[in-house]
């Protein structure tokens, strides 16, 4: 893959491999959707796996927040059940509620249905990225992927779960049916993440959202191996990878040794603490993301506290700890940036 220097030279990247820079790099998870009315504008009238499915659509969404926010990466729309929606599992995104799945997967007879997936189910990624790259310049561009724990909890539990009971029960009930799903859920993210990288991604971020919700020891049980599996595959292709979850301050250490170049870190942990538990790393997050709709004075002490904290890492990558929320004034988040910029600057 033919990296353009000014992509490999930008803040971001730099900063993912522990290099000086000139000021902090800072994007949002989330930061194209529900929050930007010209998102809302788009996307009135086309649900949205068929908005991930159409290059143009993906590459306007994307390109909208960087537009307007002047953030330092862009992150490919897209979402983590569009590789399971290629090879054929019947999920839909309902409005309001997220990743809804016809048939849960709960026996090794559904697990073997699953299938693999190749480049040519997902055409419109190589295409979008293609476009994505043409567009953005010197902005990196950030691929994504669902890990499979938090993949295998949407199709276990059929939609979201605040407690992922039926997730569990199937881990501790049934290890083998669990880890054959996992395999598969591994192979599946692998290529989802090659074909974002091998059309020009310059970072992926591995969502392991759920993984928050369960002991260390369970983590390393049942879902580390996996995710190492996925990190793995795209280790030497000088395209950094971020491994983020919510919750996660007791795995830290174990989520970047499985194969992370950076650790993303929810709000609940000071980034100084997170910094000594991931061995060297660095690291992305993590402002609440309540605290951009705060008054200014309050944003603006929060900022500058996770730049200090930051700095005990060998590389901070400004983030909020987890999604922009939809009603998050964009206003604030541009001021955000701002913020991060003005007072990072070296
Ligand atoms: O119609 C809409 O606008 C639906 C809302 C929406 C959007 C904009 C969903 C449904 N997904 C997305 C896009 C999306 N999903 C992105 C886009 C790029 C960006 O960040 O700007 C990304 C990275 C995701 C990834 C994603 N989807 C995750 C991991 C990140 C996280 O927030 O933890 C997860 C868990 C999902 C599942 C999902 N998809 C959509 C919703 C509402 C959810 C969460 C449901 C739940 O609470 O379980």
Redesign the pocket.
């Known amino acids: 893959m033919a990296t353009n220097g000014a992509v490999n030279e930008s803040v971001f990247l730099r900063a993912c491999r522990g290099e000086d820079v000139a000021h902090t790099p800072v994007w949002f998870?989330?930061?194209?959707?529900?929050s930007l009315p010209e998102y809302r504008k788009l996307?009135e009238g086309i649900p949205?796996l068929e908005a991930c499915r159409t290059p143009e659509l993906i590459c306007e969404i994307t390109l909208q927040p960087v537009r307007r926010h002047n953030v330092d990466a862009a992150?490919f729309?897209?979402?983590?059940?569009v590789p399971l929606a290629a090879v054929g599992v019947d999920v839909d995104?309902v409005?309001g509620t997220?990743?809804v799945v016809a048939e849960p997967i709960r026996d090794m007879a559904a697990v073997e249905r699953l299938r693999d997936l190749t480049e040519e189910d997902v055409p419109y990624i190589t295409q979008a990225v293609r476009l994505l790259r043409d567009e953005l310049g010197a902005t990196p561009l950030i691929g994504?992927a669902?890990a499979p724990f938090?993949l295998a909890s949407y199709l276990v539990e059929g939609g979201?779960s605040r407690t992922h009971a039926q997730t569990k029960a199937l881990m501790y009930g049934a290890p083998e049916v669990w880890h054959a799903l996992c395999e598969r859920l591994a192979a599946i993210t692998s290529r989802f993440l090659r074909v974002q990288i091998d059309a020009g991604a310059n970072a992926v971020q591995l969502?392991d959202?759920w993984a928050g919700a369960l002991s260390l020891a369970d983590y390393e049980t049942f879902v580390a191996p996996h995710s190492t599996r996925v990190l793995s595959s795209v280790e030497g292709l000088g395209v950094p990878r971020i491994h983020f979850g919510?919750g996660t301050a007791h795995l830290l250490t174990a989520m970047g040794e499985a194969g992370a170049d950076v650790v993303g870190v929810d709000w609940r942990t000071p980034l100084d603490k997170a910094a000594g538990l991931v061995g060297g790393r660095a690291v992305q997050g993590n402002l609440d993301p309540c605290t951009v709709m705060a008054p200014d004075a309050v944003l603006e002490r929060e900022v500058r506290r996770i730049l200090a904290e930051g700095k005990a890492a060998p590389g901070h990558i400004f983030n909020l700890g987890?999604?922009v929320l939809p009603e998050t004034d964009p206003d604030a988040l541009t001021r955000t940036v701002e913020l991060v910029h003005e007072h990072s600057a070296r």
Not at 29 to 34: D, H, S, Y
């Open positions: 998870m989330r930061q194209a959707g529900r996307r949205m992150i729309f897209s979402d983590i059940v995104i409005p997220g990743p994504f669902g938090t979201p969502f959202s919510v987890h999604g």
